[in-house]
C-alpha cells in the first residue's frame, strides 16, 4: 500500500497523504449486485417479522387459554362458596 510506504509506523496517514476524489477501480466486478442484496434484505426481515408474529400469536393463545382456566376455577370456587353459605 502506498500509504503504508510514505508512513511506516502505521499511524493514520495525514490529509494531505489521502486521496480526496473517487478513483474507480479498473477491472474489478462486483460480487453481487445491490438489487439482489436489496431484495434479500427485505426478504429476511420479513421471514423475521412473520415469525416474530407468529411467536407472538402462539404465545398469546396460551396466555387465553391459562386464563379461561383461571376464570373457570374461580366461578367454581364462587359457586363452591355460595352453595356452602345456603346449607
Same mark, same amino acid.
Not at 500500500?1 to 476524489?21: H, I, L, V
Not at 449486485?33 to 412473520?50: C, N, P, Q
Not at 376464570?71 to 355460595?82: I, N, P, S, T
Given at each position: 500500500?502506498?500509504?503504508?510506504?510514505?508512513?511506516?509506523?502505521?499511524? =493514520?496517514? =495525514?490529509?494531505?497523504? %489521502?486521496?480526496? =476524489?473517487f478513483q474507480a477501480v479498473q477491472g474489478g466486478q462486483e460480487h453481487y449486485?445491490?438489487? =439482489? !442484496?436489496?431484495?434479500?434484505?427485505?426478504?429476511?426481515?420479513?421471514?423475521?417479522?412473520?415469525l416474530w408474529v407468529a411467536f407472538i400469536w402462539r404465545k398469546q393463545g396460551? *396466555?387465553?387459554?391459562?386464563?379461561?382456566? !383461571?376464570? %373457570?376455577?374461580?366461578?367454581?370456587?364462587?359457586?363452591?362458596?355460595?352453595?356452602? %353459605?345456603? *346449607?
Open positions: 500500500m502506498k500509504s503504508d510506504q510514505e508512513n511506516p509506523s502505521g499511524a =493514520t496517514p =495525514t490529509a494531505d497523504g %489521502r486521496a480526496t =476524489t449486485s445491490g438489487e =439482489t !442484496l436489496l431484495v434479500s434484505a427485505y426478504a429476511v426481515l420479513w421471514a423475521l417479522l412473520l396460551e *396466555t387465553n387459554a391459562r386464563l379461561f382456566d !383461571l376464570e %373457570r376455577v374461580l366461578d367454581k370456587a364462587a359457586a363452591d362458596k355460595a352453595a356452602a %353459605r345456603k *346449607t
